[in-house]
């Protein structure tokens, strides 16, 4: 089939390269326009974007999938089938009307749970001990499409986010080059989602990615886990911000006994109290330095018996 695949950020890119290597022909990418970004803030081309103008594939950088310009490119394209990774847009009727078999979207979650930004994060802050991945046809409705077909994916106690969207991302992109295949082939029909099992997962906000030492360790470690890597899990020291890595609840026996934010160093090791046992903070970053060792950042700050992580 002929095919106009549509992303932004790497979490797409082994996608976009698995249908390159299918027998599929990819004639064009989508992606959001060109934005600044990392430390110098610089514009850039999207992942996807690049990946596209290193194999000589068209671009497409609409500022809104609804604008004329873009539509009528794409109906000239004409594409079968639009496959859709992480795209960051909303798609009106009158681009998904275009393809034949519509645009076939790879979400992060095993619908119909977690539909919406943030499915993975979602995962890891609810507990889940399964997620996975789901292809399913884009409609109007918020990620409600019938669903052609899922991947599921146990979560480690250790996976963060970044972690998480890693493996998925490779195993989706296999299962977005079958459910193609199968389209493709007409041996696949989408099956619609359950509505009764339906459940949102909102974008994390930085305020969302704040640690909360008054509360279980089990909730501090799941809230840092889904904030890794953004939007960032963070306290403040001093009355100042800082970001923080992925925790460890630590239930040694051993363990002192620290109240909620309070910290206990030695040389290899920094804890911190919530309201059940210590959590083990690993990597650090404060305000306007480079991320560092718990242990080596608080050989620089000497936290005293009074410091306390959130006031």
């Not at 004329?68 to 394209?77: D, K, N, Q, S, V």
């Not at 989408?190 to 990615?209: F, G, I, M, N, R």
């Amino acid at each position: 089939m002929k095919l106009v695949f549509a992303g932004t950020p790497e979490v797409a890119v082994p996608s976009l390269k698995a249908l390159l290597a299918s027998d599929h022909e990819v004639a064009a990418v989508v992606t959001r326009p060109d934005a600044r970004s990392g430390r110098g803030r610089k514009v850039s081309a999207s992942p996807v974007a690049e990946l596209a103008q290193s194999r000589g594939i068209e671009v497409l950088k609409p500022v809104k999938a609804k604008d004329p310009e873009f539509l009528e490119r794409l109906a000239e394209i004409a594409p079968d089938c639009c496959p859709v990774v992480a795209y960051g847009a909303l798609l009106p009727r009158a681009a998904l009307d275009i393809p034949q078999h519509g645009w076939v979207n790879l979400h992060f979650s095993l619908l119909p749970a977690w539909r919406g930004a943030a499915p993975v994060q979602h995962a890891l802050l609810h507990g889940d001990d399964v997620t996975g991945a789901s292809t399913f046809r884009i409609v109007e409705e918020l990620d409600a499409g019938p669903v052609f077909g899922t991947l599921a994916e146990t979560i480690r106690p250790d996976d963060t986010t970044g972690d998480l969207l890693d493996r998925l991302s490779t195993s989706g992109a296999e299962l977005l080059v079958r459910t193609i295949d199968g389209i493709a082939s007409g041996e696949l029909a989408p099956v619609p989602q359950q509505e009764s099992e339906v459940s949102y997962a909102a974008k994390l906000t930085t305020p969302d990615a704040e640690l909360d030492f008054t509360l279980p360790a089990q909730r501090v470690d799941r809230v840092a886990r889904a904030c890794t890597p953004a939007p960032g899990a963070w306290s403040t020291f001093r009355e100042t911000r800082v970001k923080f890595g992925p925790v460890r609840p630590v239930t040694d026996a051993d363990r002192p006994e620290l109240a909620p934010g309070q910290l206990h160093a030695d040389k290899k090791h920094v804890l911190v109290g919530t309201s059940t046992h210590p959590v083990e903070l690993g990597q650090v970053q404060p305000q306007g330095k480079k991320a560092m060792a718990a242990a080596d950042w608080a050989r620089g700050v000497h936290p005293t018996e009074d410091d306390r992580l959130g006031g």
